[in-house]
């Protein structure tokens, strides 16, 4: 299983953090690091969302519920995938290159 655990509040070195370590996680993006690649997130969202104001999935597994922002359940798809992963490849996933080796294209 995954053990709880946390990674740094700068977006950038608490996502490699977290891909170097195996665990499963979910950035948020914002204007400083919309444009920066996050290789190893299971998923890429503009926010968590709140009522009146949805996430936008930038990227990988959809983790928002029926209202638009992230929740519960769609917390434990992206650990699930995760885990699939872990077992798929025989062990912790590990980050995976982007095609082309760059980041996402502006906004996209």
């Known amino acids: 299983g995954c053990a709880p655990g946390g990674v740094s509040a700068h977006p950038l070195a608490g996502a ?40 936008t999935l930038v990227e990988g597994l959809d983790a928002r519920g029926p209202e638009g922002f992230v929740d519960l359940a769609g917390l434990e798809r992206v650990l699930e995938a995760h885990r699939a992963a872990a077992a798929a490849e025989g062990g912790p996933p590990r980050p995976r290159p982007r095609p082309g080796g760059g980041g996402r294209a502006a906004g996209g």
Do not use: E, Q, R, W
Not at 25 to 43: K, L, N
Not at 44 to 50: F, N, Q, Y
């Open 16 to 55: 490699a953090g977290a891909g170097g370590a195996g665990m499963a996680h979910v950035v948020t993006v914002s204007h400083f690091t919309h444009d920066d690649a996050f290789p190893a997130a299971t998923t890429i969202v503009s926010a968590l969302g709140d009522p009146g104001a949805p996430a």
